[in-house]
C-alpha cells in the first residue's frame, strides 16, 4: 500500500508521470492450525488464529454462551507487499516497453 510513480521518457521530451495511490482492502481469511486442542482441567491452553485482512481486523474468541474467552494477539500475514511487487514490476514493465516502442520507431523512421 501507499504511492506509486510511473514515469516515462523518450526522445521528445517532457517526460511524464503518474502519481497512482494503492489501497488494497479485501475481506478476512482465517486459518486455525489445530481445531481439536485437549488439556487437563484447569491447565492453560494457548488457541490460535491466523488472520489475513485489510483493513487489519480486531480478532477475538468466543465460547458457546457468547463470552469472550481469549484476546489473542492478531497474526496478520502481508499479503499486501505481494502485491504492491507485483504493481511496480507492471509499472516498470511499461516504461521498459515505452522505452523500447520509441527506440523502433526512431530506428524505423
Not at 486459518?31 to 484447569?42: C, F, K, M, R, T
Not at 490460535?48 to 483493513?55: F, G, L, R, T
Amino acid at each position: 500500500m501507499g504511492a506509486y510513480l510511473c514515469i516515462a521518457r523518450n526522445s521528445v521530451p517532457p517526460q511524464v508521470s503518474k502519481r497512482v495511490l494503492l489501497h488494497v482492502h479485501f475481506h478476512p481469511i482465517i486459518h486455525v492450525p489445530n481445531q481439536l486442542i485437549g488439556s487437563p482441567y484447569g491447565k492453560d491452553v494457548t488457541l490460535e488464529c491466523k488472520v489475513e485482512a485489510s483493513p487489519k481486523p480486531v480478532t477475538f474468541w468466543q465460547n458457546s454462551q457468547g463470552r469472550v474467552v481469549v484476546v489473542v494477539v492478531v497474526v496478520v500475514v502481508i499479503v499486501v507487499v505481494v502485491i504492491v511487487v507485483v504493481v511496480v514490476v507492471v509499472a516498470v514493465v511499461v516504461v521498459v516497453m515505452v522505452e523500447i516502442t520509441n527506440k523502433l520507431m526512431i530506428i524505423n523512421k
